[in-house]
């Protein structure tokens, strides 16, 4: 009888299968809409991921991540993409960022006004360029040589309540930004699109894009735009977050995340114990977080009243305003 030896490396060479996994947010915060906007935000964020899982099922994580993403962007509806908020002078800036944890690279975007995808936009400067981050006419020059189609003007709707939000609030430019973050939680807004995901391949990716804070200063970018604050991806852990820019970036808090990750913790623990960090310094209603491990647990936490949120993976689909 002839019989057959497997070669002893033959499990090394064997390319590792993983359950894929894809978590998207559509922001954490106090969203005070009537029940029907809701119900739309969720369908939309449920079309998010269903749109998403094709990349996973072809392609790789990076690339889940940035069609999810870039599907938030052109809905309209999210704080991101042609939805997004406006600043105090009356006009949009966009922030995008994305990690790919195979390779460490990573690639954002700042202050964009006429780029229709940020997080396209932030592929290109993490796959074409040498640079991390781009920001204002340069990142904006560059989505026009690549090609990628222009922000439409913002909608009648969005218009409408800037101005009335405007009149309302206005004290003075730059007084009045001092004081955007109580009058957001009273306006009860969604901040940020963002999405986790793993692939086949175990690789791990993390995406997020936002218009930023509403009537925030021109200029001012926000945690989307930068890597280990509003997203980070490496071997073990992808995490996107959501909430005040200026506290996720203090914090560090995807960083922070991942690194306790990297020691032992399970995501969701290690993303409980940062929010909790956070909430000791910074108060409540200032974070969200979404994570995957590479052994494709998932978490979700936050500190806001509340977080939009979509999943499809190895525990089925859904799609919730928690
Ligand atoms: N988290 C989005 C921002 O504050 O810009």
């Known amino acids: 009888m002839k019989t057959f030896i497997l070669p002893i490396n033959m499990f090394k060479v064997w390319p590792t299968m993983n359950h894929p996994a894809l978590l998207l947010h559509g922001g954490a915060g106090s969203w005070r809409a009537p029940r029907g ?47 997004s908020v406006l600043n105090i002078a009356g006009y949009r800036e966009l922030d995008a960022g994305l990690m790919d944890g195979r390779s460490m690279r990573a690639g954002s975007v700042g202050g964009v006004k006429v780029t229709r995808n940020p997080i396209k936009l932030a592929k290109i400067v993490m796959d074409e360029t040498d640079h991390v981050m781009l920001v204002g006419e340069g990142a904006d020059r560059l989505a026009k040589a690549r090609g990628l189609p222009e922000l439409e003007e913002p909608s009648r709707r969005l218009l409408e309540r800037y101005v009335e939000q405007l009149n309302k609030y206005r004290v003075g430019e730059y007084s009045f930004y001092l004081r955007n973050r109580a009058i957001a939680k009273e306006l009860g807004l ?71 990750v990297s020691q032992g913790y399970s995501i969701q623990k290690a993303s409980e114990l940062i929010v909790n960090w956070v909430t000791e310094k910074w108060g409540p209603g200032t ?7 590479k052994r494709c647990e998932e978490a979700i936490a936050f ?3 509340h977080i939009l949120v979509s999943y499809k993976g190895p525990k089925g689909i859904f799609a919730k305003f928690l």
Do not use: Q
Request: net charge negative.
């Open 303 to 305: 500190n806001t009243e």
């Open 190 to 260: 969604l901040d940020t699109v963002g999405a986790v995901a793993l692939d086949r391949n175990g690789a791990l990716a993390s995406a997020v894009s936002t218009g930023g804070i509403w009537l925030k200063m021109p200029g001012r970018v926000g945690d989307s735009a930068i890597p280990g604050a509003g997203f980070y991806a490496d071997m073990d852990a992808a995490i996107a977050a959501t909430g005040v820019g200026e506290v996720i970036i203090l914090s560090m808090a995807s960083l922070r995340v991942a690194l306790l």
């Open 37 to 83: 906007l809701i119900d739309e935000a969720v369908r939309v964020i449920g079309e998010a991921v269903e749109h998403g899982w094709r990349f996973i099922e072809t392609g790789s994580a990076i690339e889940a991540v940035v069609e999810s993403v870039s599907f938030m962007e052109d809905s309209g509806f999210l704080n991101a993409g042609s939805g």
């Open 287 to 293: 974070i969200g977080l979404i994570g995957l491990s």
